[in-house]
C-alpha cells in the first residue's frame, strides 16, 4: 500500500455505551471535546479554548484505541486510526508526504477523529528515529498539529501511549497535545460491566458478572476478551459434536478466566 486512502476511514458505530467502566474517562472526553466540538459558540464566549488534541495513557489493552473510536461514534464523525510505527515503516522514505495525506484525509472527511496510536514511537527520543526521517518527520507532525498546513476545524487528534513521561515536551505545548486522560485499568465494578457489555451479542444462560469481576483481579478489557474467547471456543467444540448452541454461563467463564493471565500488575 503507498500511502493512506480512503479506505482508511470508517464511520464507528460503537459509542460509550458500548465501553464498560471508564466513567471518569468518558466525563472528561465529553467535557473536553465532544460539548465544545457540539456547542463552539458557548465555549468560545465562556474563553474556553478549542480544538488542540488528547493524549490517552495507560497499560496495554484497557480500551484506548476503543474509546477513540466511540469518540467518533458519538458526534457521529468519521474515524481513521495509525499507528506511528505504520508510519515509519510501511510509509518509509515518504513519510512526511504521507503523514501529510493522511492529515488531507481526516480534513476532506471532517468531522473526523484522528488516532495515533504509539505516539511514543514518534516523540520519544528525537536521536532513536534514522536521522534522515526523524526531526523532518516530526516537524511535519507539530506543524499538521499546529494547523499550519491546512485547518484542523472539525478534527479531534487522539493519540495513545504507554509511556507518556517519554514523550518530547514540544508535543505537549497548547494546541497540541496539550490534555492528558489516564484510562486505568479496570477495577472490579468496572470489569463487571465489562463483562456485562461482552456478554451482550453471546448466548449466555446465566452470568453473575460480579463474580467474575471478583475472580479477574488486574485483567486488562483485552484480557476479559480473552476470557470470553477461551470459553467460547470451548462451548462451540462442544457446540458442533452436539449440533446446538450451548449457552455460557458463569462457571465457564470463572474456568476460563484461570487460562489467563492478568496483564496489568504492574500497573
Ligand atoms: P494498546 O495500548 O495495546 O493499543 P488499548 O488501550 O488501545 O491497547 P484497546 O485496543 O482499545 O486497548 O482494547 C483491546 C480490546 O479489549 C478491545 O478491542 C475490546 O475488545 C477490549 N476492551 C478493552 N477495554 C474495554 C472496555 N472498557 N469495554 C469493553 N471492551 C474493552
Redo the contacts with the bound molecule.
Keep these: 500500500k503507498s500511502g493512506p486512502d480512503s479506505a482508511d476511514v470508517e464511520r464507528p458505530t460503537l459509542t460509550f455505551a ?5 466513567e471518569t474517562v468518558k466525563e472528561e472526553i465529553r467535557m473536553k471535546i465532544i460539548h465544545p466540538l457540539k456547542n463552539p459558540q458557548l465555549f468560545k464566549a465562556y474563553g474556553k479554548k478549542i480544538g488542540g488534541g488528547v493524549l490517552l495513557y ?1 497499560p ?8 477513540s473510536r466511540a469518540t467518533a461514534g458519538e458526534i457521529k464523525a468519521n474515524f481513521l486510526s495509525i499507528g506511528i510505527h505504520q508510519i515509519l515503516d510501511l510509509y518509509l522514505g515518504n513519510s512526511e508526504k504521507n503523514l501529510h495525506q493522511l492529515f488531507e484525509l481526516a480534513r476532506t472527511h471532517a468531522p473526523a477523529v484522528l488516532f495515533f ?1 504509539e505516539v511514543d514511537a514518534l516523540a520519544a527520543d528525537r536521536n532513536d528515529l534514522k536521522r534522515s526521517a526523524g526531526r523532518t518527520l516530526i516537524n511535519q507532525f507539530l506543524a499538521e498539529m499546529d494547523g499550519n498546513v491546512g485547518s484542523n476545524d472539525g478534527l479531534l487528534i487522539l493519540g ?1 501511549t ?1 509511556a507518556p513521561w517519554h514523550l518530547d515536551p514540544a508535543f505537549r505545548r497548547p494546541g497540541r497535545f496539550d490534555r492528558i486522560l489516564f ?1 486505568p485499568p ?1 477495577d472490579e465494578p ?1 470489569r463487571a460491566s ?1 463483562i456485562e ?2 456478554a451482550r451479542d453471546k448466548p449466555m444462560h446465566k452470568l453473575d458478572s460480579a463474580a467474575v469481576a471478583k475472580k479477574t483481579k488486574d485483567f ?3 484480557d ?2 480473552a476470557v470470553f474467547d477461551i470459553a467460547i471456543e470451548r462451548s462451540l467444540a462442544r457446540a458442533m459434536q452436539e449440533n446446538r448452541v450451548i449457552p455460557l454461563g458463569t462457571d465457564d467463564l470463572l474456568k476460563s478466566a484461570k487460562d489467563v493471565k492478568p496483564s496489568t500488575k504492574a500497573w
Design positions: 458500548d465501553i464498560g467502566g471508564m495507560g496495554p489493552g484497557c480500551g484506548k484505541t476503543l474509546l496510536d495513545a504507554n484510562v479496570p468496572a465489562i457489555v461482552m486488562s478489557g483485552a476479559l476478551k
